[in-house]
């Protein structure tokens, strides 16, 4: 083989990971990705040549080179866009314009969302639900996974193979040259899993125990996934599914989330009475400054807790800035079955307590009372601190969604 700036991996006998490896890129959409990421592209060879994805536009020359060092590029026949997001479709017009494949294939909706990004007039094809496509020795179906988390999101699937392209699912964002799960610390597979499915996926909760079922009923018993970020899971896949169907449930458990921001340590100081007071009742605890702590991961921590307190000092009579970016970001991610409580200091005019009640209200938190005191937290303002949490804790012993 001739030496290459990058090669492809083989993943199985037939198929090859031929992606680009982002080892700077460090927000993602407002989520802190501290170990980068991949943008994870597949080649089937078989009598038809398949390349499934691309990658990040500026990785093109990555993704090309990785083809080069199995087949010429110009011999690929099909490209097949799982998910039209820029992140896996970016480079899509360079592959087609080097390519020129036969065909391109895309959901109905991939078909509009390819479109719209682009606004070309390069033909499409829309391939239905569960529909086949024969390669040779293989066939490539194709599963509509709506709304995971696009409307255009579909999974591809040989049987021959049991191999899954999962597209966004059972992701993660981590760069590292390991191109299998098993090849990696299971504690940094856990940790970067948790985090890409609380930021990602959680929204989207109520539709994966769905779509896991379907995916059972259509004997799809893969033994490789896919994904199209970080790496491909391969032998034991119980606890990959396990894990989504857990973080699916959204139990609350007694894990107490506190995070805040603070001006002249005051709402710390209240934040710390809240700790102080809810680890003597016996709760795990996690206290997070926003003024270190990215809102990634406070949401990541949420994903297996119970209570949410979140404490702002007042600031020309908003909540503090840092807690409204919060606020904003959790709402959208809609983690359900959450009590909580809001807490923090003023000087003279005090609004920000009743602002972020009722953005955790919005939120679906039940709310079980606030603390807020002028300047110092005083004797007083630090007894109500315990107060709240005695309160706080008999809320999450009767939460009814509590396991």
Not at 49 to 75: A, C, G, N, Q, Y
Not at 106 to 134: C, I, Y
């Amino acid at each position: 083989m001739q030496d290459r700036e990058f090669t492809a991996v083989p993943i199985t006998p037939h198929v090859w990971w031929v992606g680009a490896i982002d080892w700077n890129i460090r927000d993602f959409h407002g989520y802190a990705t501290s170990r980068g990421t991949t943008y994870n592209a597949y080649l089937i060879v078989d009598e038809k040549i398949v390349l499934v994805d691309t990658v990040k536009r500026p990785f093109f020359h990555e993704m090309i080179e990785r083809i080069r060092s199995v087949v010429d590029p110009e011999k690929i026949d099909l490209i097949v866009s799982n998910h039209a997001e820029m992140d896996h479709s970016g480079s899509l017009p360079e592959a087609i314009d080097l390519i020129r494949p036969e065909r391109v294939y895309a959901s109905a909706m991939g078909v509009n969302a390819l479109r719209d990004h682009f606004r070309w007039d390069t033909p499409v094809t829309a391939v239905k639900d569960q529909e086949k496509l024969e390669l040779g020795a293989l066939t490539l179906q194709f599963f509509e996974t709506r709304m995971l988390h696009w409307p255009d999101s579909m999974f591809s699937w040989i049987e021959q193979e049991r191999l899954l392209f999962s597209q966004d699912a059972f992701g993660m964002h981590l760069a590292s040259v390991e191109r299998f799960a098993d090849e990696l610390p299971a504690a940094v597979l856990e940790e970067e899993s948790a985090k890409y499915y609380a930021n990602i996926l959680l929204p989207y909760a109520p539709l994966i125990p769905k779509l896991i079922e379907r995916c059972q009923k259509l004997q799809l018993n893969a033994e490789l996934i896919a994904p199209d970020h970080g790496p491909v899971f391969r032998r034991d896949l119980g606890p990959v599914l396990e894990r989504y169907l857990r973080w699916s449930a959204q139990a609350p458990t007694d894990k107490v989330v506190i995070v805040y921001d603070t001006m002249w340590e005051s709402t710390h100081r209240l934040a710390r009475a809240l700790e102080d007071r809810l680890r003597r009742l016996g709760h795990p605890v996690r206290l997070l400054s926003l003024h270190e702590a990215h809102r990634s991961d406070v949401i990541t921590e949420l994903l297996d807790a119970g209570a949410l307190l979140v404490g702002s000092p007042t600031l020309n009579n908003q909540m503090f800035p840092t807690l409204a970016d919060f606020l904003t970001y959790a709402a959208g991610l809609k983690r359900q079955h959450l009590v909580g409580a809001a807490f923090g200091s003023y000087g003279w005019s005090g609004e920000s307590v009743k602002k972020v009640e009722d953005a955790l209200v919005a939120m679906g938190v039940k709310v079980v009372g606030s603390v807020k005191c002028r300047y110092r937290p005083d004797a007083a303002a630090l007894e109500a601190c315990g107060a709240l949490a005695e309160k706080l804790a008999a809320a999450l012993r009767q939460n009814p969604g509590k396991e």
